[in-house]
């Protein structure tokens, strides 16, 4: 059904590609779509989570090198297609009061910068759909709420005839959603199947501390259940970044499988109506070559506006 169509997902560090919508990125490319990751950073600041790669020379030497290793490996593993944009990770400010962000930093770029950096990468690719975090980064990184406004920038930008006229031949992508990964319907629900098998929920304390971040809804649901082993073994490629024994991978697959089978996401803008609750991001595209007819037809007007009320942006 999505054969020929092109999908675009935008993330802040080389291992989000991984623990974001991957089981959706290795759905699609296995039913030949065009998968296309974009690294906006490279993951310098990154530290070594993984405890049995903490101390090696090898590794310690050349951080960064050892980390697009890691990315080339899940990018095979995931069967995507992967761009660098090239701008440098800010790190998680830590501390009371917060230190100030590392000068040349990703999150202290200039918007008209970064947005350009990937209207050139939209317009090469010419993707249909995009994916991106939501207007809070999905979760408090600079670096992954800069990601946002650069993908929302840029989404509006790259169709824009006179804009960045260096960057390519203008392309409208046709919808932009948000990854809602960790929903508390979602981790209530394998909580409570967790226990209701034994087993020890990972999840307790996230949900007895769990306050509400932001409004905005699920509108699509891409189930992706027989790709989920495919994320696993993706984010274990960045051997570095997770730990195997670690958090992520203590719910069994097959609870997963059968709890809750899909992936999330959230229209944010679409030139297309959205009815929830779709089960394609393509959805309403018609063929790849309508979609690519509609992407460039000029004359596109806004269908949905998904973004949330309480969402008041800066950019
Ligand atoms: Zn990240």
Known sequence: MSRGMRLMAVHAHPDDESSKGSATTAKYVAEGSRVRVVSCTGGERGDILNERLKGRPEIERDLVAYRRREMRAAQGVLGCEHTWLGFVDSGLPEGDPLPPLPEGCFALEDLEVTT???????????????????????????DHMMCHRVAMSAFVAAG?????????????????????????????????????????????????????????????????????????????????????????????????????????????????????VEDDLFAGLGTPEEADALATSGDLMLAYDGRPPDMEESA
């Not at 050139?120 to 249909?128: A, C, K, L, Q």
């Not at 905005?216 to 696993?232: K, L, N, Q, S, W």
């Not at 991978?249 to 109506?273: C, G, I, K, M, T």
């Open 160 to 276: 824009e005839h006179g804009r960045y006229p260096d960057a390519g031949e203008p392309w409208q992508p046709l919808k932009v959603y948000y990854n809602s990964g960790h929903s508390l319907e979602r981790l209530t629900a394998i909580h409570e199947a967790m226990a209701a098998e034994g087993l020890e929920s990972p999840y307790t304390d996230w949900l007895a501390n769990w306050k509400p971040r932001r409004t905005g809804r699920v509108t699509t649901e891409i189930v992706c259940a027989d790709y989920f082993e495919t994320r696993d073994r993706a984010l274990l490629a960045h051997a570095t970044q997770v730990d195997p024994d670690g958090f992520w991978f203590r719910v069994p697959v097959p609870l997963q499988q059968r709890v809750w089978p899909h992936e999330d996401f959230e229209a944010a803008l679409s030139y297309v109506p959205i009815r929830p």
């Open 116 to 142: 350009e950096a990937l209207v050139r990468v939209i317009r090469e690719f010419r993707p249909h759909v995009l994916t991106t975090y939501d207007e809070k980064g999905g979760y408090p990184h600079p």
